[in-house]
T-cell receptor
């Protein structure tokens, strides 16, 4: 079974600075997808970014980018120019052949003014 | 226009009662899901339906029964509610089957259930 580990339960960053959230996963599959979802205090789950495992190039979405290291099974999220609205719980998720997403336990990110 | 909607948003009830949570998506998606998020924010899938067929049924007490009357709706009925059922329940949908096909899941706003 696949597992997803987020080793940082909480992090904080100053507004306008850069922060990196860690995620590692365990799988024996070769083809899969990885996702970062954001859950702000409003509780709504929002997709931030996704990565296809067969693509070498790291995904980017505006201020959000990932560092995908397939051999190391690592999938970190970098947030540049952090904004107050980035304060949220961030979940890393794995999508494989079993038609479901497996989520990590989340990292609570606080952006301080 | 809300893409994935759930009713009610909050539900407070007594132990032993039966309750339902409704979910509707207007995205034209084929697949819908129910997730449970516990007090520690851990998110775990409960059920998944694709074209009204049950695809995923995780280890969930049989007091929980999903029902999909059509592709746009997936309701969750819970019998004999227990204290441990208190959680936030999220409905989600995707165009096709999620997971290894990379389909993005779109989540509803969640239903906070409190069992007293």
């Amino acid at each position: 079974a696949q597992t997803v580990t987020q080793s940082q339960p909480e992090m904080s960053v100053q507004e306008a600075e850069t922060v990196t959230l860690s995620c590692t996963y365990d799988t024996s599959e070769n083809n899969y997808y990885l996702f970062w979802y954001k859950q702000p205090p409003s509780r709504q789950m929002i997709l931030v970014i996704r990565q296809e495992a067969y693509k070498q190039q790291n995904a980017t979405e505006n201020r959000f980018s990932v560092n995908f290291q397939k051999a190391a099974k690592s999938f970190s999220l970098k947030i540049s120019d952090s904004q107050l609205g980035d304060t949220a719980m961030y979940f890393c998720a794995y999508g494989g052949s079993n038609y479901k997403l497996t989520f990590g336990k989340g990292t609570l990110l606080t952006v301080n003014p | 226009d809300t893409a994935v909607s759930q009713t009610p948003k909050y539900l407070v009830t007594q132990m032993g009662n039966d309750k339902s949570i409704k979910c509707e998506q207007n995205l034209g998606h084929d697949t819908m899901y129910w997730y449970k998020q516990d007090s520690k924010k851990f998110l775990k899938i409960m059920f998944s339906y694709n074209n009204k067929e049950l695809i995923i049924n995780e280890t969930v007490p049989n007091r929980f029964s999903p029902k999909s009357p059509d592709k746009a709706h997936l309701n969750l009925h819970i019998n004999s509610l227990e204290l441990g059922d208190s959680a936030v329940y999220f409905c989600a949908s995707s165009q096709g089957l999620a997971g290894g096909r990379g389909e993005t899941q779109y989540f509803g706003p969640g239903t906070r259930l409190l069992v007293l």
